[in-house]
T-cell receptor, first 118, second 111 residues
Framework: DAGITQSPRHKVTETGTPVTLRCHQT?????MYWYRQDPGHGLRLIHYSYGVKDTDKGEVSDGYSVSRSKTEDFLLTLESATSSQTSVYFC?????????????????FGAGTRLSVL | DAKTTQPNSMESNEEEPVHLPCNHSTISGTDYIHWYRQLPSQGPEYVIH???SNVNNRMASLAIAEDRKSSTLILHRATLRDAAVYYC????????????FGTGTRLQVFP
């Protein structure tokens, strides 16, 4: 497995509470991603990062924020969790460079975090 | 982004070959075809990718139609461990490293 650790692996929380999920990598890959997966859907991109302090929104970013202060860590924060954010969250990494080869780039995924918001 | 169409589910017996189809009729000339799979309770994993020519690796083969409007992932001898959801994804140059997942094909493998 690629050196990707997601924590926690499982979390149950209450509506309105803040939640932070952590993705830690040991591969020194530049690009990192957060996805969510819900029944009936494939994975959907929440936010991504192309480097330290370089982040951008994906297709389902509302209600989520991210931070990347170090290459190895990418944090996903739910400022005020809602029941609609109950999901399985996956982190992914990729080497990312050079840009001309991005379409060939392979992403490696973590094992996921199962989040339940009651 | 160009879209892909895959059957919702397929079945196979163990040790038989499996051909997983993917249609991508709006593919552009610079789109790469990627396949990922997701085993139960795991994150997706990369399987194979190609542009125009057929590709082989230790996991599978990828056959790409001459007009590139379709492709087929071939598992030469299915095992129980190959039971997974298989995703066919197009990636564009130079736009993105992003993966846009559809709902994929759920492959069942029977002993």
């Amino acid at each position: 497995d690629a050196g990707i650790t997601q924590s926690p692996r499982h979390k149950v929380t209450e509506t309105g509470t803040p939640v932070t999920l952590r993705c830690h990598q040991t591969e020194n890959h530049r690009y990192m991603y957060w996805y969510r997966q819900d029944p009936g859907h494939g994975l959907r991109l929440i936010h991504y990062s192309y480097g330290v302090k370089d982040t951008d929104k994906g297709e389902v970013s509302d209600g989520y924020s991210v931070s990347r202060s170090k290459t190895e860590d990418f944090l996903l924060t739910l400022e005020s969790a809602t029941s609609s954010q109950t999901s399985v969250y996956f982190c992914a990494i990729s080497e990312g460079e050079p840009r001309a080869r991005l379409a060939k780039n392979i992403q490696y995924f973590g094992a996921g975090t199962r989040l339940s918001v009651l | 982004d160009a879209k892909t169409t895959q059957p919702n589910s397929m079945e196979s017996n163990e040790e038989e070959p499996v051909h997983l189809p993917c249609n991508h009729s709006t593919i552009s000339g610079t789109d790469y075809i990627h396949w990922y799979r997701q085993l139960p309770s795991q994150g997706p994993e990369y399987v194979i990718h190609g542009l125009t020519s057929n590709v082989n690796n230790r996991m599978a083969s990828l056959a790409i139609a001459e007009d590139r409007k379709s492709s087929t992932l071939i598992l030469h001898r299915a095992t129980l461990r190959d039971a997974a959801v298989y995703y066919c994804i197009l990636k564009s140059v130079p736009n993105t490293d992003k993966l846009i997942f559809g709902t994929g094909t759920r492959l069942q493998v029977f002993p």
